[in-house]
């Protein structure tokens, strides 16, 4: 028992350390990006939008992932791989997923054919992705996969970019789609103490 009152303890020092910094969930989500998922991810939404020699277009599977991420959040209370949006100009885009997809930093999974095109180099590994991933995925694909990049560019410029934009921030702060989304006082509440409790177990010695 005594172990738990000490994590216990712990938890409501990092809670009270996380609001007296004023921390962005931004930044808790950022260190604790899920590669296996993002790369699953990618995989899911290539085998779905892919042509017929299996070749994929970069920026709608950006999009269609940024938008499955969004429906996730809003849905679930979570991100489906704990990315960060980045503001580009072509619209919202997750940071670590994009990286993933660019010739410099191609580590055989996916064969980067140019700056907008890729094909897996491996088999999806289903089982890295949960049923509400695979849910929200589908959804995403659905809704967007038929988007020219016009469209999928007005829609990847929504009302967290434009506020981002705004006020010049390089990045699309989650609490802009919370706001966008509106979600509740206790939907917020709920996944920012989630998060915040992630980071510290992950914090904590084995």
């Known amino acids: 028992m005594q172990i738990f009152k000490i994590l216990e303890t712990l938890f409501q020092i990092f ?3 996380f609001k007296q910094m004023q921390t962005s ?3 808790i989500i950022n260190r604790t990006f899920n590669k296996t998922k993002a790369v699953n991810s990618l995989i899911f939404i ?3 939008v892919a042509n017929d020699q299996g070749i994929s277009d970069t920026y709608t599977a950006l999009k269609i992932l940024y938008f499955a991420e969004i429906k996730h ?3 679930y209370g979570r991100l489906i791989t704990d ?3 980045a503001r580009l100009e072509h619209g919202s885009t997750p940071s670590f997923s994009y990286d993933l997809l660019k010739k410099k930093n191609s580590n055989g999974t996916f064969n980067i054919i140019s700056n907008s095109k890729f094909k897996p180099n491996r088999e999806l590994d289903i089982e890295e992705l949960s049923e509400s991933d695979i849910e929200c995925l589908d959804e995403a694909i659905s809704e967007n996969k038929k988007l020219n990049f016009n469209q999928l560019k007005g829609k990847a410029h929504d009302e967290a970019y434009n506020k981002a934009e705004t006020l010049n921030e390089n990045y699309v702060n989650l609490q802009y789609i919370f ?3 509106n979600l509740s006082e206790s939907q917020i509440r709920f996944i ?3 998060y915040e ?3 510290l177990t992950q914090c904590l010695p084995l």
């Open 25 to 27: 969930i931004e930044l």
């Open 197 to 199: 409790f992630k980071t």
């Open 15 to 17: 809670v009270y350390i």
């Open 83 to 85: 990315d960060t949006f």
């Open 192 to 194: 920012t103490e989630s």
């Open 179 to 181: 706001e966008q989304e």
């Open 46 to 48: 290539s085998n779905k």
């Open 73 to 75: 959040l809003a849905k």
